[in-house]
């Protein structure tokens, strides 16, 4: 071919891939037009390749015109890509960067849960294992098995919620302490967290509230033992090694002696009180032998925590009732509570 020839070929290959490119309508295809135009096998380099055919100036004059055209198919295809982008832009310039941003809430653990789990994260690394029982319990675990017999005046104490079917809504979690004896083999260490119920409503009491259950059963348990073991968990739970403790004699029918545990604190008007948070004991014999345990050679320790007690004194709320109203307001407060 001519110069001239070539000079009008080119002409018409630029022109076509210029119009094909104003065509384009998204990068799969801006990256094939790059291809098919500038690549290897493309029209353009070909003509390119016709260059050593020609000699002196009019190779001289064509490779600036190739030049040229290449030149303009890039910064056409440069274009192009920029107008994609502007256009995929777009669609998020519709958004009012200014306006505030939809309220996420992210939901915490609820200041009970958080309680709970932190003393059972104490009395594990006390080595005591942790286990559950049913809420929906029968007579026999809760009351009979305790040392408590249908006539016994503490049934009435306990303000129990029946079922039609007879069972019972659990009063306490000390019902586990007979589960356990009665599956486990001896030495038994174990916790048994868990929701309790009765029918009472102030603002120290709910109908539901959550109680931790504690039992040690092995040869030579003590008193002592058990004193020391409650000394321990408060001191930590508290993280105050000066807490003041006090053990009041009191009467469980299930354990013997038996004990409620106060902590001192002060109250709403600043004056030093006391609150009941536990009752313990020694597991009565009469209990050991309902679970087939041989109370002449092991003995044992028994105790029941108040978690909203303790999550009153540790958070200081001074309306229990405040827990179960699930006001947002309140709870939010102890998102941040690390425990
Ligand atoms: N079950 C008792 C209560 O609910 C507490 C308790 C547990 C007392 C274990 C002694 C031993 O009040």
Same mark, same amino acid.
């Given at each position: 071919?001519?110069?001239?020839?070539?000079?009008?070929?080119?002409?018409?290959?630029?022109?076509?891939?210029?119009?094909?490119?104003?065509?384009?309508?998204?990068?799969?295809?801006?990256?094939?037009?790059?291809?098919?135009?500038?690549?290897?096998?493309?029209?353009?380099?070909?003509?390119?390749?016709?260059?050593?055919?020609?000699?002196?100036?009019?190779?001289?004059?064509?490779?600036?015109?190739?030049?040229?055209?290449?030149?303009?198919?890039?910064?056409?295809?440069?274009?192009?890509?920029?107008?994609?982008?502007?256009?995929?832009?777009?669609?998020?310039?519709?958004?009012?960067?200014?306006?505030?941003?939809?309220?996420? %809430?992210?939901?915490? /653990?609820?200041? @009970?849960?958080? +309680?709970?789990?932190? *003393?059972?994260?104490?009395?594990?690394? &006390? $080595?005591?294992?942790?286990?559950?029982?049913?809420?929906?319990?029968?007579?026999?675990?809760?009351?009979?098995?305790?040392?408590?017999?249908?006539?016994?005046?503490?049934?009435?104490?306990?303000?129990?919620?029946?079922?039609?079917?007879?069972?019972?809504?659990?009063?306490?979690?000390?019902?586990?302490?007979?589960?356990?004896?009665?599956?486990?083999?001896?030495?038994?260490?174990?916790?048994?967290?868990?929701?309790?119920?009765?029918?009472?409503?102030?603002?120290?009491?709910?109908?539901?509230?959550?109680?931790?259950?504690?039992?040690?059963?092995?040869?030579?348990? %003590?008193?002592?033992? /058990?004193?020391? @073991?409650?000394? +321990?968990?408060?001191? *930590?739970?508290?993280?105050?090694?000066? &807490? $003041?403790?006090?053990?009041?004699?009191?009467?469980?029918?299930?354990?013997?002696?038996?004990?409620?545990?106060?902590?001192?604190?002060?109250?709403?008007?600043?004056?030093?009180?006391?609150?009941?948070?536990?009752?313990?004991?020694?597991?009565?014999?009469?209990?050991?032998?309902?679970?087939?345990?041989?109370?002449?050679?092991?003995?044992?320790?028994?105790?029941?925590?108040?978690?909203?007690?303790?999550?009153?004194?540790?958070?200081?709320?001074?309306?229990?009732?405040?827990?179960?109203?699930?006001?947002?307001?309140?709870?939010?407060?102890?998102?941040?509570?690390?425990?």
């Amino acid at each position: 071919m001519s110069v001239e020839e070539l000079k009008t070929e080119l002409e018409k290959v630029l022109d076509k891939a210029l119009r094909s490119i104003k065509e384009i309508k998204n990068y799969e295809d801006l990256e094939k037009a790059r291809v098919q135009f500038l690549g290897k096998k493309s029209q353009l380099n070909s003509l390119m390749k016709s260059l050593s055919t020609l000699d002196g100036k009019n190779k001289a004059d064509f490779g600036k015109i190739v030049n040229q055209a290449k030149n303009s198919l890039n910064s056409s295809l440069e274009e192009k890509k920029k107008s994609l982008k502007s256009k995929a832009n777009k669609k998020i310039d519709n958004f009012d960067v200014t306006m505030p941003s939809r309220q996420i %809430s992210i939901g915490s /653990l609820h200041p @009970i849960t958080k +309680i709970m789990n932190y *003393s059972i994260d104490i009395f594990q690394a &006390l $080595k005591f294992e942790c286990v559950e029982g049913p809420e929906v319990e029968d007579d026999f675990h809760n009351f009979t098995a305790l040392n408590i017999p249908e006539s016994h005046p503490a049934r009435a104490m306990h303000d129990t919620f029946y079922l039609e079917d007879g069972n019972l809504l659990r009063t306490h979690t000390s019902s586990v302490q007979i589960r356990a004896m009665r599956e486990k083999e001896i030495p038994i260490r174990i916790i048994a967290p868990g929701k309790v119920y009765r029918k009472d409503s102030d603002i120290t009491h709910t109908p539901m509230f959550h109680q931790i259950e504690g039992l040690y059963i092995d040869k030579d348990v %003590s008193f002592s033992n /058990l004193k020391s @073991i409650i000394n +321990i968990f408060l001191k *930590s739970f508290f993280e105050e090694e000066d &807490l $003041k403790i006090r053990f009041r004699p009191s009467y469980f029918p299930f354990t013997e002696p038996s004990a409620e545990v106060d902590i001192e604190y002060f109250n709403n008007k600043g004056e030093k009180s006391w609150l009941e948070i536990l009752g313990c004991g020694m597991v009565h014999p009469n209990v050991l032998e309902m679970a087939n345990i041989n109370s002449s050679i092991y003995s044992g320790y028994a105790f029941g925590l108040g978690v909203e007690r303790l999550a009153m004194l540790k958070l200081g709320i001074s309306d229990l009732r405040l827990f179960y109203e699930n006001d947002l307001r309140f709870l939010e407060q102890f998102k941040r509570v690390k425990l």
